[in-house]
């Protein structure tokens, strides 16, 4: 059997802490205030996988408290009712983000409720990282959402370092080619 833990991130001081990361969590932040859905208030979200610094922000635009997923995502279903759900840096750990994105439309509470989500792009063998499973073209992640009865609301990319990280050698300079966050405002369909 292999060993899934090696596909989770451990969110502690360290990963908190990481310049990338913090980077990540101000675009998306940027995103999901961009969008109409976050001018109004939220009953009940959901937030998939560990939590960290990101959700309390999202707490307060949305104006309630998120909950946080404690099964596995790949095989556990999701209970209860929600106005919006999160998956940041979640799907690219999972073996089957089906599941996860099915379970998700499950619980959002109606038509008007969003899922947002965000994933690392696909990338070259050399650069894909050790502890995800899958990352994902547009169009297969497009194909996903849909398979799991979601449509597109609208969609961005970015980096996640700043410009001199990509000058510092090879791999960072192509990583300033092929290394994007790909985010997402879903509906169900």
Wanted: charged fraction near 25%; aromatic fraction near 10%.
């Amino acid at each position: 059997m292999s060993n899934i833990s090696q596909y989770r991130n451990t969110i502690d001081q360290r990963y908190c802490s990481d310049e990338a990361n913090r980077i990540r969590w101000q675009k998306t932040m940027r995103f999901v205030e961009s969008s109409t859905f976050a001018r109004s208030k939220a009953a009940s979200a959901l937030d998939l996988g560990d939590r960290t610094p990101l959700v309390g922000e999202l707490e307060n635009l949305f104006g309630c408290t998120f909950e946080s997923s404690c099964c596995d995502l790949d095989v556990d279903a999701l209970s209860g009712r929600y106005d919006v759900v999160t998956a940041f840096e979640v799907l690219e750990h999972l073996f089957n983000p089906l599941h996860a994105l099915l379970e998700a439309r499950k619980v959002l509470s109606g038509p008007d409720s969003r899922l947002f989500v965000s994933v690392p792009a696909a990338k070259p063998a050399m650069l894909a990282s050790p502890d995800h499973f899958h990352e994902m073209r547009p169009q297969a992640l497009q194909s996903l959402f849909s398979r799991a009865g979601f449509r597109v609301v609208r969609h961005d990319a970015f980096r996640i370092r700043r410009w001199p990280f990509y000058l510092t050698g090879l791999k960072p300079l192509l990583r300033a080619i092929y290394e994007k966050v790909l985010i997402y405002e879903l509906a169900k369909s």
